[in-house]
């Protein structure tokens, strides 16, 4: 569990848009400092001046691409030399992608998974032990509804979230005891740039779906409660629930009608 978040330092990656400058400024308002990492300085900056505004949030910048090998290590050294202890680490960057397998490109599918996967793990390593050494902090892994089920055309991205989900659980059980919590955060449809860079433009406006700021509020208030997971909103957590119900051969087919690429 958290020490306090008054005027102690949270690290959160994928900051410059979306459900990650949402954790930004709902913690900013709980009196957090920030580490603010991902590609697009310009947006970190902007926001950074917002929260220093609004909350007299200090803020630092690291401008990075976490797809690349050894960036988990670059940023976690950079929070070396300022001498800061993180009491919250977001692992909120990632990408999705959906597409057939032959126009799928292998390298931008590695892309993914290193960013999806192997920075997470590597900042989920390198952050958790000092937590555990004082027995207090937290960890949010961003990972998804789809971590529940495979999902057709969109193969690569749920199997990532499924490792972040089951990652996340065995760490909780792990730090649970020792005063630290580790967990999985697993949004359904959420109204953010995804689904556009993913490759599915038009979808948030065929689908029901939740804002930034609700699924924010809701994963802090299931960390402060100490849960090993959350699916915001009764509709998701109960589609997360169903799959389990049917065969996985039926739960799979069935996921080929959402993404499956339209007939030119």
């Known amino acids: 569990m958290l020490d306090s978040y008054n005027d102690r330092w949270a690290l959160i990656t994928g900051a410059s848009s979306g459900i990650g400058a949402e954790f930004a400024s709902q913690l900013a308002g709980r009196g957090m400092h920030l580490i603010l990492a991902a590609r697009r300085k310009d947006r970190m900056t902007e926001l950074a001046t917002e929260l220093n505004t609004r909350h007299g949030t ?10 690349e090998p050894e960036s988990g290590k670059v940023l976690f050294d950079e929070i070396k030399r300022l001498g800061i202890d993180i009491e919250l680490l977001v692992n909120n960057a990632g ?3 959906i597409g057939q397998i ?12 290193n960013l999806n996967l192997l920075t997470l793990t590597d900042l989920t390593y390198r952050v958790l032990p000092e937590m555990l050494q004082r027995g207090h902090g937290a960890i949010i892994n961003m990972s998804s509804q789809a971590a529940f089920q495979p999902v057709a055309f969109m193969a690569a991205y749920a199997a990532s979230k499924s490792f972040i989900l089951h990652l996340s659980e065995a760490l909780w059980a792990e730090a649970r005891s020792r005063g630290v919590t580790v967990m999985a955060l697993c949004p359904g449809v959420t109204r953010t ?8 433009h038009g979808w948030l406006e065929k689908h029901a779906s939740q804002s930034p700021a609700k699924v924010v509020k809701t994963a802090l208030r299931a960390m402060e409660k100490r849960r090993q997971y959350i699916v915001p909103g009764w509709g998701n957590y109960i589609m997360s629930l169903l799959v389990r119900l049917t065969t996985r051969r039926t739960a799979v087919n069935e996921s080929k009608r959402y993404f499956r690429p339209k007939k030119k």
């Open 58 to 67: 200090r803020c630092h910048i690291v401008t990075i691409d976490l797809s």
């Open 95 to 97: 990408i999705g992608m």
């Open 102 to 113: 032959e126009t799928t490109d292998p390298e931008d599918v590695r892309k993914m998974l």
């Open 193 to 200: 740039d995804f689904f556009d860079t993913a490759g599915a």
